[in-house]
């Protein structure tokens, strides 16, 4: 699976939108995209993935570039409950590829 | 109605011991893995197994025994403990190929 690479940190106010950024540029056809986060002392939580185009649910926006070497995610309005470690994760879809977290970037909401 | 669960949350034992962990959900996936988190925070993933049938098995210590009696259940037994075996130690489940993961809440194990 393609390796990824994030920002280790970044600050973000409080009801404003949070992008997150990622680099995977030697993604292969087959890989998708999937973003993770763990919250403190929790297990990690899914929150989106994606092949090429954007993606939207109840959680956030996934954005991948054209030539899909790296990706946004976009949390629309931050809250406090959101600060996190966010894990940017590149894998095969269909096989039974391990999930494999790199370091993240943690994200801290501030009022 | 918790969806991945994990027995016992903390776990504080001495060096030797021998220790087990649980895990059970209910969401109907097909594929369960046990991963560790160690004190740097990196998540790397132990074992996984698919309808009972192992189908990763990470560089682990022989020491440590995953046991998947159906597919709703992947128990973790632990030989020898050893002080680097601390850490905290994640149940997940996913309906494979490619749904996302849903995780436990964690095992706190120390060691001591």
């Known amino acids: 699976d393609a390796k990824t690479t994030q920002p280790p940190s970044m600050d973000c106010a409080e009801g404003r939108a949070a992008n997150l950024p990622c680099n995977h540029s030697?993604?292969?056809?087959?890989?998708?995209v999937y973003w993770y986060r763990q919250i403190h002392s929790q297990g990690p939580q899914y929150i989106i993935h994606?092949?090429?185009n954007n993606e939207t649910n109840e959680m956030a926006s996934l954005i991948i570039t054209e030539d899909r070497k790296s990706s946004t995610l976009i949390l629309p309005h931050a809250t406090l409950r959101d600060t996190a470690v966010y894990y940017c994760?590149?894998?095969?879809?269909?096989?039974?590829?391990?999930?494999?977290f790199g370091a993240g970037t943690q994200v801290v909401v501030t009022p | 109605d918790t969806a991945v669960s994990q027995t016992p949350k903390y776990l504080v034992t001495q060096m030797g011991n021998d220790k087990s962990i649980k895990c059970e959900q209910n969401?109907?996936?097909?594929?369960m893995y046990w991963y560790k988190q160690d004190s740097k925070k990196f998540l790397k993933i132990m074992f996984s197994?698919?309808?009972?049938?192992?189908?990763i098995n990470e560089t682990v210590p022989n020491r440590f025994s995953p046991k998947s009696p159906d597919k709703a259940h992947l128990n973790l037994h632990i030989n020898s403990l050893e002080l680097g075996d601390s850490a905290v130690y994640f149940c997940?489940?996913?309906?494979?190929?490619?749904?996302?993961?849903?995780f436990g809440s964690g095992t706190r194990l120390t060691v001591v």
């Open positions: 969401l109907g996936h097909d594929t």
């Open positions: 997940a489940s996913s309906q494979e190929p490619g749904g996302g993961y849903t």
């Open positions: 994606g092949l090429k």
């Open positions: 994760i590149v894998r095969v879809a269909d096989s039974w590829g391990k999930l494999q």
């Open positions: 030697t993604i292969s056809g087959n890989e998708y």
């Open positions: 197994y698919n309808n009972k049938e192992l189908i």
